[in-house]
């Protein structure tokens, strides 16, 4: 399929050939009609790809902070290493769209096939989006008409938080696309309404859909009730013009960009409300809207981001939003990168424009990028999920590696499977897992999926016969581990190579540790993880999607233990910080360990500390012998009253544990990781978390 892509690192539009997406539980498949382009917003993007490299850093100051920070903390090679792989990413551009439901995913019952629909979405001529943002056409509405429908909810979302009533006063400063919508929605609120804009074409414009007056500069007009600054600049004057222009008490709400130094005296004088409008409005951004498809109560929030795209839908099919009228260019898809050209370079007047994807195509989930085939000694791989850590630390990595024949990559978003694939190598990219199971080339898989696909996927690829390196955690429920045990169990002899992200135990710092801990036991391993701080609403926070930050990070800190210990955990107590005045407790956490050889290990996770202090550190202590790891940097051993400093490198073992995992593949013979250890961990990262919410210890079924 068609989607339009915008390239950080060039600066280039394009029209790109990539899978359809699989329609997942709770979203619609949609394919599109007529998509709109939000120039304002759509621009924006688009000229900050084509800044130079310092351009774009000047533009983006917290993202130069968190380099920083990185640089610090895994080098600078590393760090610009990422930097450069991250300005890869593609950008899909758009977000309003119309066009007819082709599949629905389980649990969806209010679309069905056939159905013509508005959406927010990108620019494809398919896509997949939660139900929540799709809403029904009326009758007498074309789907050029529909795909403003997004673009419009902005709009009446900043003309609600406005607050206006019949017979009252606004001012919208900015008559571009939006600006000219919010005259027409305010009109049919009953409103008198006045506008400014610097060009004369879009306040005859204005006039005609009904605004009582427009001027050129400063309103003709003052003491209004409420201004709507749909406006996209730099400058400061739209909010100096909106604070003269208001009556005390007057309400403004920015819709649009504009300067931000709000000038005290007026707001003061005249006690003034300012608002700044977010998108479409109430479960815009909220994933449990979005993604799982939870609407909130009607009685609660009466107008959510669905409810006002069915709002400006009836206000067309009323005839009181003729968006028709503000079309000035339209496009067919393959010509989309003149319609960027044109709102890029101004080169002549627009206000909406539209692309137009002719006849609906049927979904095609494999595009074929070479056809390079596996050559001798060589060993086919393919990766399913292709997030942040994927492209920014694996695929660098194992790209280095000889005898690495990449086969497909799967991913849920069809466009992060084309340009990962493109520039890894891969033979075709795909957003169905079962082309990666059924390619006969491909004899290892990568898994790096949010963590609550792992389990299925995992017994699916070995049951394919393929081997297996999943990015921690394993799983993240019990009755996970369990179903994955028994495929092992079921496999016997014949069973795959499985092996798990647990990088740290292959870091130089603990094959150092490890080495001077020789024939000692019990150990007493006491390891401090000081993790960032992440909000409550991130996706690994969510007990269903990323199982906690126990399981899905605390593990790392677990199996460190183990594989110093030597021994597996049959014990496992959890305890955390008291609740009181935090978003979650379970990020601050002391986990008590006891080995099945008598060692006992001490996991401190705490997140939210001071980001400049070391993250972690490890202690360990045997009979005669004691050893410190700080920060993957600086490590200490002590015997017999003398102290030998080494340095870590801060290397935390990512390398040698691929070049293990590919080696025993290529090889056969043990695993990487033994599997008694692999379920050991991940036993007792899902135990820790029973032990917190039980308050009492977790023992293993020996």
């Known amino acids: 399929m068609k989607q339009i892509i915008q390239d950080v690192r060039s600066g280039a539009t394009t029209v790109k050939e990539i899978p359809a997406p699989l329609v997942a539980p709770g979203q619609v498949l949609i394919a599109e009609a007529v998509s709109a382009i939000s120039a304002g917003t759509e621009r924006y993007v688009v000229d900050l790809a084509k800044k130079s490299l310092i351009g774009k850093a000047r533009s983006r100051p917290q993202d130069v902070r968190r380099v920083l920070v990185k640089m610090r903390d895994e080098g600078i090679r590393n760090t610009l290493a990422q930097v450069s792989a991250k300005l890869n990413d593609p950008m899909p551009l758009g977000y309003s769209a119309a066009g007819v439901v082709i599949e629905c995913g389980a649990g969806v019952q209010e679309f069905k096939p056939g159905d013509r629909v508005a959406a927010a979405i990108p620019h494809a001529a398919l896509a997949a989006i939660g139900r929540n943002l799709v809403a029904q056409i009326p009758e007498g509405v074309t789907f050029e008409q529909a795909s403003y429908t997004s673009i419009a909810a902005i709009g009446l979302q900043g003309v609600r938080l406005a607050k206006v009533s019949l017979g009252e006063t606004v001012l919208v400063i900015g008559l571009g696309l939006i600006g000219q919508m919010c005259v027409c929605m305010l009109k049919a609120q ?7 804009d610097p060009d004369p074409a879009k306040r005859e414009l204005a006039m005609s859909l009904g605004a009582d007056g427009v001027s050129a500069g400063r309103p003709g ?61 109430p479960g815009r951004m909220d994933p449990v809207y979005e993604e799982k498809g939870v609407d909130y109560p009607f009685g609660q929030v009466r107008w959510t981001a669905q409810r006002n795209m069915q709002a400006v839908l009836e206000l067309m099919r009323a005839g009181k939003l003729p968006v028709e009228r503000l079309t000035t260019h339209r496009f067919p898809v393959d010509r989309a990168a003149e319609a960027y050209d044109l709102i890029t370079t101004r080169r002549e007047p627009f206000l909406g424009i539209t692309i137009e994807y002719g006849e609906p195509e049927l979904p095609k989930r494999r595009v074929q990028l070479r056809s390079a085939g596996v050559g001798t000694g060589s060993l086919g791989v393919s990766l399913i999920g292709a997030g942040n850590f994927a492209r920014l630390v694996m695929l660098p990595m194992l790209s280095k590696m000889e005898g690495i024949a990449w086969r497909g990559i799967c991913t849920a978003k069809g466009v992060t499977a084309e340009s990962t694939g493109q520039r890894g190598g891969f033979e075709f990219a795909t957003t169905d897992v079962e082309e990666v ?71 130089p710092g603990v094959t150092r540790l490890k080495s001077f801990f020789a024939g000692i036991s019990p150990l007493t391993v006491s390891y401090r993880f000081a993790p960032p701080h992440i909000p409550k609403e991130h996706w690994t926070q969510d007990y269903e999607v990323g199982g906690g930050r126990i399981i899905g990070e605390g593990c790392h800190a677990i199996d460190t233990c183990v594989a110093i210990a030597g021994s597996v955990p049959v014990k496992v107590y959890a305890e955390s910080v008291g609740q009181a005045g935090l978003e979650t407790s379970d990020d601050r956490v002391a986990i008590t360990i006891r080995h099945a050889n008598g060692s006992v290990s001490t996991v401190s996770y705490q997140a939210g500390g001071d980001t400049g202090f070391p993250a972690e550190r490890i202690e360990v202590l045997g009979t005669g012998r004691s050893a410190v790891v700080e920060g993957w940097q600086d490590g200490q051993l002590w015997s017999g009253g003398k102290c030998e400093k080494f340095s870590a490198q801060k290397d935390k073992g990512h390398r040698a544990e691929f070049t293990a995992f590919i080696e025993a593949c290529r090889k056969g013979g043990a695993w990487p990781i033994p599997w008694e250890e692999l379920y050991g961990v991940t036993w007792a990262s899902i135990a820790a978390v029973e032990s917190l919410r039980e308050g009492s210890s977790v023992y293993a079924e020996l």
């Open 437 to 507: 199971l059924r390619d006969e080339s491909t004899r290892a898989i990568f898994i790096a999926t949010r963590h609550d696909l792992h389990a299925g996927l995992v017994s699916a690829a070995l049951r394919a016969g393929k081997h297996v390196f999943v990015e921690k955690p394993l799983c993240i429920a019990a009755s996970e581990l369990e179903e994955i045990a028994g495929t092992v169990g079921e496999q016997g002899e014949r069973c795959p190579m499985l092996t798990v992200g647990f990088n740290r135990r292959f870091a």
């Open 190 to 196: 009953g409103c008198r309404v006045f506008g400014t």
């Open 221 to 281: 007009v003052s003491d209004v009730d409420a201004v709507v600054i749909t406006a996209a600049t730099d400058s400061n004057e739209p909010i100096e013009t909106a604070a003269e222009a208001c009556r005390t008490k007057g309400r403004i709400v920015l819709v649009g960009v504009v300067g931000l130094d709000i000038p005290r005296p007026p707001f003061f004088k005249k006690e003034l409300e300012f608002t700044v409008s977010s998108s479409l409005g």
